[in-house]
């Protein structure tokens, strides 16, 4: 059995493998690698394959499009997976190092680097595209923002360190082993790389402790994305599909009565461009103050959401022609407003 597949069987099972790795578009040198160690490569594609169904699975309206689409006989290009960190801009996230550091130390192990850097001003954070060195157009990339938690208010800090300080690690000594020998060698022993995937799937989730309503409705006040992270995590905030047309796609969606974005989002150079659905409403439940001590109360929130992208070709310094994977800061912030409430 592929490499590949066998991974994914490992952290899902056979049947759901078989389904996410049957329409998600696999590059053949990805999906052929059979013998001798995993390379990181392969590795990589299989985190994202699991990443992808988790967020199929949070996110109904994304698993109705991608259903149909394999029902139809077509393919999901998985563009890229995008997630939310919390930086305190002096020191660790709970036990975790600061901001996108959590996840560099997971994501260069396995051949990623940062491609470029795009401020996110207007919402006090920063993002990271982490596009992957041996297949940048095949394997998703990463794009991984931080909130600057020391530029909002004094009040607003301290609620941020009451809510993500109990922050958790859970990377264990398998996964450590592995991306260690990611890290020297380029790839791992199977066995090795299958104990350690289910460790680095579940620091893609909410790693801190119950949350207090009134220390939601504090970050909320001042920032939709903070009180997103408070609720959902390091969980994928959306993942996307590359698609030929996405103004076609949107309007196709539309006219299934599916809530999508108002507009597309166009990148500088015109050759980028955006939509998505509406974040899935989510319930989560919070702790409160009562007269007889602390109880619980459930209200509904933004969950994550399905992007969609089309990326245009574009000639490089010596003529030639290259897809591309940039990211735009002004499409980022607009892309971000589908996890905003109200």
Known sequence: MPHLSTLVASAVGQKAAAAILDVLDIAPPLAAETDGPVSRAVFAMALNAVLFHDIMGRVPLGAAYVSER?????????????????????????????GCLAFARILEPLGYAVADLYPLDRLKMTGRAYAHLDHPEAIPQFFVSELHVERFSPAFQVIAHAVFDSTADVLGVEAQRALAAFATEGSCDLD????????????????????????????????????WIATEGQAFNHATDRVPDVEAVADAQ????????????????????????????????FIVDTADGAGEVTLTVPGSFHEFISRDHYADEAGVQRLDLRFDSANAQGIFKMTRTG
């Open 254 to 285: 539309k006219a299934l009565g599916r809530p999508v974005k108002d507009a597309v989002e166009v990148s500088a150079s015109g050759r980028v461009r955006q939509t998505a659905f509406k974040a899935q409403p989510v319930e989560r439940t």
């Open 192 to 227: 090795a790389a299958r104990a350690a995937l289910p460790q680095l799937v579940a620091a893609f989730a909410r790693t801190h402790g119950a949350l207090r309503l009134e220390h939601y409705r504090a970050l909320l006040a001042e920032s939709a994305e903070a009180a």
């Open 70 to 98: 394999r029902a139809a006989g077509r393919k999901v290009l998985f563009d890229h997976g995008a997630l939310r960190t919390i930086d305190f801009g002096e020191g660790p996230t709970g036990a975790l190092p600061a």
